[in-house]
């Protein structure tokens, strides 16, 4: 770090509000020191690494001074910076601040505004943004794509964003897991097995190979629409294809048997579990104890879990 940075870091740390004020600071810097570019870049990439409460602050004097040279990428940092911050006004300020420069908005400061909006529970505003970025006459990304899931995702709007993900699907164009599984969880929540089979098919369609929270969720929407065969189905599934059930698994399918009160197929499951060398857990065990008490045959359920589980703690 030259010295010019260093006698500026000094300062910025030692910096109270009572000194003065920031922007005299680094204005009489500037003028003594004239920085260049990566004098600028330097400063600002030091106090993001120790998180700088002023970063923020430096952050918009650098972009407003002529010596930064700043560039569109520039201002879609701060743009982020505000977003992850819930400073809304001031993203959108920095657009006003853009056009007024001449700069043209890119499909990366579009899908960085859509994530603010949506996140802030701004669905209207998300879907203009998405509207304006499709007018740019450029291919959209899966980031932009995902972004306006989300959106879709958290107004509990997941069919609007299963078609967008048909619609990328017929440019070649997949998004990233954490969206499939947060549009697949949507619909594991709601209850609604068709969509979840949907989404966990187009998962697989986009080349992404299935976790086991993700054949979860799956079991988890069978058992919240009563559909305990069906989720038996994904169990067996999930296991040929070399994916090992956690607890989290097991216990989804016996409540999905409790639910329908299918004491005999539970019965046969935790013989098969047994054949297969899976021990149930704690979760699984503890559903056990409370649905077999409901039943009014605790010493059975005592005798199935010390065969099965050898889980004494359940007790």
């Known amino acids: 770090m030259e010295k010019r ?24 810097w500037v003028r003594i020191m004239k920085p260049r570019r990566a004098d600028w870049l330097v400063i600002l990439k030091e106090l993001s690494f120790i998180n700088h409460p002023l970063f923020i602050e430096i952050s918009e004097f650098a972009l407003l001074d002529e ?4 560039n569109i990428r520039d201002y879609t940092k701060l743009i982020h910076l505000y977003a992850k911050n819930g400073r809304h006004q001031d993203a959108e300020d920095v657009l006003l601040m853009m056009s007024k420069r001449g700069l043209t908005c890119d499909q990366v400061i ?33 980031r932009s794509y995902g972004s306006m899931i989300m959106a879709y995702i ?28 947060a549009l697949l969880r949507t619909y594991s929540m709601k209850g609604d097995a068709e969509g979840a089979q949907r989404v966990f098919d187009a998962i697989q369609v986009g ?61 046969e499951f935790l013989i098969h579990l047994e054949k297969e060398g899976i021990i149930i857990g704690k979760e699984a065990s503890q559903l056990l104890v409370e649905w077999f008490r409901k039943l009014g045959v605790v ?11 050898g889980n004494e703690a359940a007790f």
């Open 67 to 70: 010596s930064f040279e700043a």
């Open 299 to 309: 010493e059975e359920v005592a005798d199935v879990l010390r065969e099965f589980a």
């Open 110 to 142: 579009l899908t960085t505004m859509i994530h603010m909006y949506s996140k802030a529970g701004h669905f209207k505003l998300a879907q203009e943004t998405f509207e304006e970025m499709k007018l740019l006459c450029q291919p959209l990304d899966k």
């Open 207 to 267: 080349g992404i190979c299935p976790d086991v929270r993700m054949c979860g969720l799956l079991i988890n929407a069978y058992f919240e629409s009563g559909q305990s065969q069906k989720a038996r189905v994904v169990f067996e599934n999930m296991r040929k294809a070399g994916i090992e059930p956690n607890d989290k698994c097991v216990a989804l399918l016996l409540a999905a048997y409790e639910k329908e009160n299918k004491v005999n197929s539970a019965m």
């Open 154 to 181: 958290r107004a509990s709007m997941p069919d609007k964003g299963e078609d967008l993900i048909k619609e990328m699907e017929q440019q070649e164009i997949y998004a990233g897991a954490e969206v499939y599984k």
């Open 5 to 28: 940075c260093t006698a500026l870091m000094r300062q910025i740390i030692c910096f109270s509000a009572e000194k003065g004020s920031l922007s005299d600071l680094l204005g009489a």
